[in-house]
Nanobody, 123 residues
Framework: QVQLVESGGGLVQAGGSLRLSCAAS????????MGWFRQAPGKEREFVAA????????SYADSVKGRFTISRDNAKNAVDLQMNSLRPEDTAVYYC????????????????WGQGTQVTVSS
């Protein structure tokens, strides 16, 4: 069982930065691949970034590649998402998710989810 709590969302102007954090409870955090997903009003949940159990493997959606960076600290049971050069189209609720085994871009494969944190980018 893993419980996830996101933080760090907020309102930022276009071109600005935010850092999202996801704190995980449970002794087996290092056994889970982690992902960040987002959902804008009226849209489906979409993949943003994922990181492997070791932290070596990382993957990004094309829309955020070069602007967002995912990282994890297994000693602290935490995964972060550094978001730079934010755009209005990045506005969404951002969710942290965990799954056993390899990372995936498919949200249906993730077992545990946080409650989400709102990111709003003004133009």
């Amino acid at each position: 069982q893993v419980q996830l709590v996101e933080s760090g969302g907020g309102l930022v102007q276009a071109g600005g930065s935010l850092r999202l954090s996801c704190a995980a409870s449970g002794r087996t955090f290092s056994s889970y691949a982690m992902g960040w997903f987002r959902q804008a009003p009226g849209k489906e949940r979409e993949f943003v970034a994922a990181i492997s159990v070791s932290g070596i493997g990382k993957s990004y959606a094309d829309s955020v590649k070069g602007r967002f960076t995912i990282s994890r600290d297994n000693a602290k049971n935490a995964v972060d998402l550094q978001m730079n050069s934010l755009r209005p189209e990045d506005t969404a609720v951002y969710y942290c998710a965990a799954k056993r085994g390899p990372w995936s871009a498919s949200y249906t494969l993730y077992e545990y989810w946080g409650q989400g944190t709102q990111v709003t980018v003004s133009s």
